[in-house]
């Protein structure tokens, strides 16, 4: 087991888990790295369910969720997820990966008895994927980084809603089975629960990104008169907001740990290169240019999880941490690109190759840093925060 991964303070229940997900990813999943069914917008669908039906069979599918339907808690959430990204495929196969991880959380948060019955055991059992339709397209000037600005529309029109408008980056919507669609309301913002493929939501394309592990890709939608039962949105009228808050900081989180398991595999493998490779006479560890690389990628690698560790006791604390979020969603997106880069450059030409996943990991990291939240728009928010806080000390 990862030797770089802390033990201590993690319950043996998550250990146990844990370790048997480090285990099922290192020895079954890593050997699907090469497989011709990864394209540029992810795993194939077949590829999908061949990795999730070797997870069952192991048991470790929806680990983080337990037998009896409860959650574990974030600490242990994070040992989990953290050695199921050991692999890029690993979220995918262990059922861990958005936005599936954050759809579950929200509906077993906020669903009624029925919607659960209806879509969230699909949802745990990993035989069907979702999405979730909230980004809009710049050009259209609608919701991006700013969900205030939602131009998607819904109205009520006897029994069901009717859903006008166009999403963006909206991940997995090719081949979802159930959707999680964001609109505005004469109330404010709503959540939809709707079964997919249907004719009403339209796929305009699926776009090349730079990063490649999410089956489905990432696609543009227009949304033409759908017509929602009224029983199937999600909550109350204009509350929709509330509800992503209920979602936003734990999943922001998530993605945090599964790509501190990314980085802390890429480490692995620049490590064991620079200790093979020999130049100028000695091994590249002992070149200090590229010690000194791995060295710094061990302390970034530490304050990552620390921080994952720290924001998940805050969220386990029953706040909602959504300051919490954003501070450990940049220090650890940003510390990880620090990784990722030095992984490719300490393995020089290697680094950049598909030969190992190296040069993926840096990509996938690189669209982290912007995903759920850009860097700057979180430390925008974090200084109004500062600004408020001062206000309310001050008098001012």
Partial sequence: ???????????????????????????????????????????????????????REAGVMTPHILDDGGHLTQRETAAVLIRSGLSPLGPLACHTCAPDEGNMFLLGKVASPELKERF???MIDGSMRTAFFMTEPAEDGGAGSDPSMMLTTCKMDGNHWVVNG????????????????????DDGACMFLVDLPDPAIRIERVMDTIDSSMPGGHAVITIDNLRVPADQMLGESGEGFKYAQVRLAPARLSHCMRWLGACVRAHEIATDYANRRM????????????????????????????????????????????AESSMAKVAVSEALMRVADRCVQC????????????????????????????????????AKKIKRDWKAEHGG
């Fill in 1 to 55: 087991m990862s030797k770089l991964l802390q033990r201590e303070g993690i319950s043996d229940r998550a250990l146990e888990i844990a370790d048997k997900v480090e285990a099922f990813v290192r020895e079954k999943v890593i050997p699907y790295e090469r497989d011709p069914r990864l394209g540029g917008h992810g795993p194939s669908e077949d590829l999908s369910m061949e990795l999730k039906a070797l997870a």
């Fill in 120 to 122: 969230l055991s699909r």
């Fill in 166 to 185: 166009r999403k963006t980056y909206i991940t997995g919507a090719d081949g979802a089975g159930m959707g999680i669609i964001m609109a505005k309301s």
């Fill in 279 to 322: 130049a100028f006479g000695k091994q590249l560890i002992d070149h200090e240019g590229v010690g000194f690389m791995l060295a710094e990628n061990l302390m970034d690698l530490k304050q990552a999880e620390l921080m994952i560790y720290w924001c998940a006791d805050v969220l386990d604390s029953g706040a909602q941490g959504g």
């Fill in 347 to 382: 393995m020089g030409g290697q680094g950049v190759t598909a030969d190992t996943i190296v040069e993926q990991v840096f990509r996938e990291i690189r669209a982290f840093r912007i995903y759920d939240g850009p860097t700057e728009v979180h430390k925008w928010s974090l």
